[in-house]
């Protein structure tokens, strides 16, 4: 018998590294999570099943010429993926909340401390401005907009950004209520906002999406395709007469992306490039950034507590992020442990869109800052 038929059999598991069985024990968590734990099952379970393949050694399938390696070509260098995950997230926004109470706007952009933040500590730490601006923009608790950003500032560090930022997001409701409940007292907990039924005009709601797409790109021009991306979304669900296009973007174009921007996401974690030093560091950042996110909404709501005359509870402060409507359901459920008959939902939806919109401009005025800089 002829032995070295057997040597291509044998060959892949000889290219094995720990770096790599690592990482593919590291998507198999990530299976976990999504399967057992239902953690963002819809990005984790691609990621993690890209994290595996791209980790197997021979295959190619993360090269340029590689299922994996031309959907990361086409996709995340072009960066069209997070855009029509954006054109999703728009049409399924519905920022009525947010147009009944403007106010709320405040919380949203309040919201958005963690991300400037985290910047100047990542810069502390020694990583150059883009890779800290990308690091930061984590804090933005907004998958897609982490990922647009990181690729055009700092690509190699796509991986690690793009799976903390979808892992933090499904951890939602067990990092904000211990913060809340450390920032908020027990009277400000119980504050019941009057909620009195507004109809914002559908000429409005058509007009809000293409007043805020003109203005951001004319101060912003680099986040033009980001916030077009979301404004476009949501003004065919607004207009009424493309439920056909609205329902598809949100359905068939945001899941058939979704599952090529998970497995690409995945093929980044290759365990040479992923198990350094700067990976641990990038994630805990990215969770001081969530904290931090959560606890300026909180007090820039304690600050509006005390100029109504302790009539705003702060606890909705914690849903100007982009974690849309996950924060909001927390805020109230948070707000019905201390008092069952308080129903803020409505309010914290307002501040929750408001975060949506807010992690948009955040990462805009980033790229805005940063374009052409490469240091």
Same mark, same amino acid.
């Given at each position: 018998?002829?032995?070295?038929?057997?040597?291509?059999?044998?060959?892949?598991?000889?290219?094995?590294?720990?770096?790599?069985?690592?990482?593919?024990?590291?998507?198999?968590?990530?299976?976990?999570?999504?399967?057992?734990?239902?953690?963002?099952?819809?990005?984790?379970?691609?990621?993690?099943?890209?994290?595996?393949?791209?980790?197997?050694?021979?295959?190619?399938?993360?090269?340029?010429?590689?299922?994996?390696?031309?959907?990361?070509?086409?996709?995340?260098?072009?960066?069209?993926?997070?855009?029509?995950?954006?054109?999703?997230?728009?049409?399924?926004?519905?920022?009525?909340?947010?147009?009944? %109470?403007?106010?709320?706007?405040?919380?949203?952009?309040?919201?958005?401390?963690?991300?400037?933040?985290?910047?100047?500590?990542?810069?502390?730490?020694?990583?150059?401005?883009?890779?800290?601006?990308?690091?930061?923009?984590?804090?933005?608790?907004?998958?897609?907009?982490?990922?647009?950003?990181?690729?055009?500032?700092?690509?190699?560090?796509?991986?690690?950004?793009?799976?903390?930022?979808?892992?933090?997001?499904?951890?939602?409701?067990?990092?904000?209520?211990?913060?809340?409940?450390?920032?908020?007292?027990?009277?400000?907990?119980?504050?019941?906002?009057?909620?009195?039924?507004?109809?914002?005009?559908?000429?409005?709601?058509?007009?809000?999406?293409?007043?805020?797409?003109?203005?951001?790109?004319?101060?912003?021009?680099?986040?033009?395709?980001?916030?077009?991306?979301?404004?476009?979304?949501?003004?065919?669900?607004?207009?009424?007469?493309?439920?056909?296009?609205?329902?598809?973007?949100? %359905?068939?174009?945001?899941?058939?992306?979704?599952?090529?921007?998970?497995?690409?996401?995945?093929?980044?974690?290759?365990?040479?490039?992923?198990?350094?030093?700067?990976?641990?560091?990038?994630?805990?950042?990215?969770?001081?950034?969530?904290?931090?996110?959560?606890?300026?909404?909180?007090?820039?709501?304690?600050?509006?507590?005390?100029?109504?005359?302790?009539?705003?509870?702060?606890?909705?402060?914690?849903?100007?992020?982009?974690?849309?409507?996950?924060?909001?359901?927390?805020?109230?459920?948070?707000?019905?442990?201390?008092?069952?008959?308080?129903?803020?939902?409505?309010?914290?939806?307002?501040? %929750?869109?408001?975060?949506?919109?807010?992690?948009?401009?955040?990462?805009?005025?980033?790229?805005?800052?940063?374009?052409?800089?490469?240091?």
């Amino acid at each position: 018998m002829d032995l070295t038929r057997l040597l291509p059999l044998i060959d892949a598991p000889l290219h094995l590294t720990w770096q790599s069985l690592v990482m593919m024990m590291v998507g198999g968590i990530l299976i976990y999570l999504a399967v057992a734990k239902d953690y963002e099952p819809v990005l984790l379970l691609p990621i993690g099943f890209g994290a595996i393949l791209t980790n197997l050694p021979l295959t190619g399938i993360a090269e340029s010429g590689g299922m994996l390696g031309i959907l990361y070509k086409a996709g995340i260098q072009t960066e069209l993926f997070p855009l029509l995950i954006f054109i999703g997230v728009g049409a399924m926004t519905d920022f009525g909340p947010l147009l009944e %109470n403007p106010r709320m706007a405040l919380l949203g952009a309040a919201g958005q401390f963690g991300i400037f933040g985290t910047l100047m500590l990542a810069l502390v730490l020694g990583f150059n401005l883009n890779e800290s601006a990308s690091i930061g923009i984590i804090g933005a608790i907004d998958g897609p907009t982490a990922i647009y950003v990181s690729t055009k500032l700092a690509p190699h560090l796509l991986g690690p950004i793009a799976v903390a930022a979808y892992s933090y997001m499904s951890l939602v409701p067990i990092i904000q209520p211990p913060i809340m409940r450390l920032l908020t007292t027990d009277a400000e907990r119980t504050v019941r906002l009057p909620y009195t039924e507004k109809h914002t005009s559908r000429t409005v709601r058509i007009l809000f999406p293409i007043v805020v797409t003109v203005l951001i790109s004319l101060l912003a021009p680099v986040a033009s395709p980001l916030i077009a991306a979301l404004m476009f979304g949501n003004l065919m669900r607004e207009s009424g007469v493309v439920e056909r296009l609205s329902q598809s973007a949100q %359905n068939e174009i945001a899941n058939v992306t979704t599952i090529f921007l998970g497995l690409v996401i995945g093929s980044t974690m290759t365990g040479q490039s992923f198990i350094q030093t700067d990976t641990l560091l990038i994630l805990g950042m990215g969770l001081l950034a969530f904290v931090l996110d959560t606890a300026g909404g909180v007090l820039f709501g304690k600050l509006l507590y005390v100029l109504s005359n302790h009539k705003f509870n702060p606890l909705i402060g914690a849903a100007g992020i982009s974690a849309f409507p996950m924060s909001a359901r927390i805020v109230q459920r948070m707000g019905q442990e201390y008092d069952f008959e308080n129903f803020l939902l409505m309010h914290a939806m307002g501040a %929750n869109t408001a975060g949506q919109l807010g992690s948009v401009v955040a990462g805009g005025v980033v790229l805005a800052l940063l374009s052409g800089t490469v240091l």
